[in-house]
């Protein structure tokens, strides 16, 4: 077995085909796009560059698993990477009483820190971060440990859900919605969101946040040239079509541009239920279809693009969420025209390699559902209708206003605003129900929500966001274990722990 054929060339896609390249395999990755990358995609828009799906990072301090990783692959010393501030990770302001928290980097910082705002929370405050690490610690991967151990021999808390883990430990009714600020960053959904997803997801921005100077496309041109390096190729503007299959595996597989492609292994990269669009219909048993088809996705996203008159909006090194009222940060996925829509946001100004006091462009993730555009959702970009067009021109008009409320001069500091909706992340990725981190985590059903890196079609792997955990350190992770599922159980751990030594 030599060459393999990569399906969606998103974050996963080239995070495995890299890691494949490495170890000598020829890789072919299709990506539909014309751009490779997935969430790591950027675009231009009156001069500036934007990032799609990639503006938070965690894990690219020194000993972090994806500097580990990446420094493994030999590109880490070329990305161009921006802590964020160490006073000030992130910023959280609750509108309705004007209270700021401005969470520092790091586990004891921030236990200092909330401490000092909740004196009465002391032991809880120290027992919840204790806790939450210990969930942590529970994920082998996480840590790049070699391992093998099974989802069954974990702690009963590791699948609580997430508010439950909070509530047990704090009294505090702000202090509770505080620690679940991060919810917009996986979803967070109440009596759901298991508690591990909680612990992995602030545990690694807590060690350390950053983010691209001028863009997360640099990341997927390096892993292109891995790739390319390896002897392989990643062809853009190739939309995989069909799958055929016969005797459990993969024959071959098409593109809407009429080519076709062959290999000795086939990974997909692209939503589960988009896969069982295209592969044919014997392929899988009826069960599988039918699981695949029930796992609820998460929740989608609103974005407002701004470009700014020059020098005339502060750069802010940290990224900053606002909620609305108390008890939001569960319901921020609801959406009601007639009432204060957003419930809660998070924003950012991206940083560029020559980064001065001011801020060039700013984006803001307003958490969605897909049902509010579903009536739209026969249409294609750039042909959605009068209607369309009006109801985003009032949502971004809302969001726009909440943010001046937060910083005096905003209006006046715009040259140029532009948004995009729930239809705009699922034609751009493909995702299902333009779900920022694709199939959810259910602590009530994790059964449901578990789907193997291995099919039934013998040379047919999975890999990207719905098979473990979604986001820049997920979907790394889950590449690694797909890559595993080829050519080892902690092969590739233990050589990306070597060079690392
Ligand atoms: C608005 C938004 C903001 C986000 N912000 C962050 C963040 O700040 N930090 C973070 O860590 N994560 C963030 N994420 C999540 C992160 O982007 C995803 O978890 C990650 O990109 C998923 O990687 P993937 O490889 O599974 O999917 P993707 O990166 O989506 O890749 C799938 C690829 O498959 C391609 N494809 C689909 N169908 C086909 C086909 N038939 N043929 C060929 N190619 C196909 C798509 O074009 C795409 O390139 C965000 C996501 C969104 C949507």
Redesign the pocket.
């Known amino acids: 077995m030599n060459k393999i054929l990569i399906?969606?060339?998103?974050?996963?896609?080239l995070f495995t085909g890299a890691l494949l390249a490495k170890s000598g395999y020829r890789v072919e990755v299709?990506?539909?796009?014309t751009v490779a990358?997935?969430?790591l995609q950027c675009f231009k828009r009156f001069g500036k560059t934007f990032e799609?799906?990639?503006?938070?990072?965690g894990g690219f301090e020194e000993g972090g698993s994806l500097y580990k990783i990446c420094s493994y692959l030999g590109i880490m010393d070329k990305l161009s990477i921006r802590p964020t501030d160490d006073d000030v990770i992130d910023s959280i302001t609750y509108l309705h009483d004007g209270q700021t928290y401005d969470i520092p980097k790091g586990r004891r910082q921030v236990e200092n820190y909330l401490v000092s705002k909740f004196p009465d929370e002391h032991d809880g405050i120290i027992e919840y971060f204790d806790n939450l690490y210990r969930l942590s610690e529970e994920v082998d991967l996480f840590y790049l440990r070699e391992s093998n151990r099974h989802m069954l021999q974990h702690s009963e808390q590791f699948l609580w859900s997430a508010d439950r883990f909070i509530d047990n430990y704090i009294k505090n009714p702000r202090l509770k919605e505080l620690l679940a600020y991060m919810n917009p960053m996986y979803g967070g959904v109440k009596g759901h969101t298991p508690a591990y997803v909680h612990a992995l997801i602030n545990v690694l921005y807590i060690n350390g946040s950053s983010r691209f100077n001028d863009g997360s496309q640099q990341l997927a041109d390096l892993l292109v040239d891995v790739i390319e390096a390896g002897g392989g190729c990643v062809h853009k503007g190739?939309?995989?079509t069909a799958i055929r299959v016969e005797n459990k595996l993969v024959n071959y597989v098409c593109t809407a541009n009429g080519n076709i492609y062959r290999a000795d292994m086939y990974i997909s990269?692209?939503h589960p239920c988009?896969l069982l669009n295209?592969i044919d219909e014997t392929a899988f048993p009826r069960a599988y279809r039918s699981r695949l088809e029930s796992i609820p996705n998460s929740y989608s996203?609103f974005?407002v693009y701004v470009k700014f008159k020059e020098k005339k909006f502060p750069y802010i090194n940290h990224t900053c969420y606002c909620q609305n009222g108390a008890d939001m940060v569960w319901n921020l996925w609801k959406y009601d025209e007639s009432r204060d829509w957003p419930y809660g946001f998070m924003y950012m100004t991206p940083p560029s390699r020559n980064q001065d006091e001011y801020a060039t462009r700013m984006i803001v993730?307003c958490v969605m559902k897909y049902d509010v555009v579903e009536k739209w959702e026969n249409t294609r970009t750039g042909c959605r209708g009068d209607e369309y067009n009006g109801w985003k021109q009032r949502c971004m008009e809302r969001v726009i206003d909440k943010i001046d409320m937060l910083h005096e001069g905003f209006k006046d500091a715009i040259d140029k605003v532009f948004a995009s909706s729930p239809l705009t992340?699922r034609d751009y990725?493909?995702?299902k129900e333009g779900s920022?981190?694709?199939f959810s985590k259910d602590c009530t059903n994790m059964a449901l929500s578990q789907v193997p890196i291995a099919t039934k079609v013998r040379n047919l792997l999975l890999t990207?966001?719905?098979i473990n955990l979604?986001?820049?350190c997920g979907?790394p992770l889950t590449a690694i274990e797909t890559v595993e599922a080829i050519i080892g159980k902690n092969v590739l751990i233990k050589k990306i722990n070597d060079v690392n030594k």
């Open positions: 399906i969606g060339g998103g974050l996963g896609g299709l990506e539909k796009n990358g997935g969430g799609t799906g990639m503006h938070i990072l190739e939309e995989v990269d692209i988009s295209i996203a974005t993730n992340i990725y493909g995702a920022i981190y694709g990207g966001e719905n979604h986001g820049i979907v």
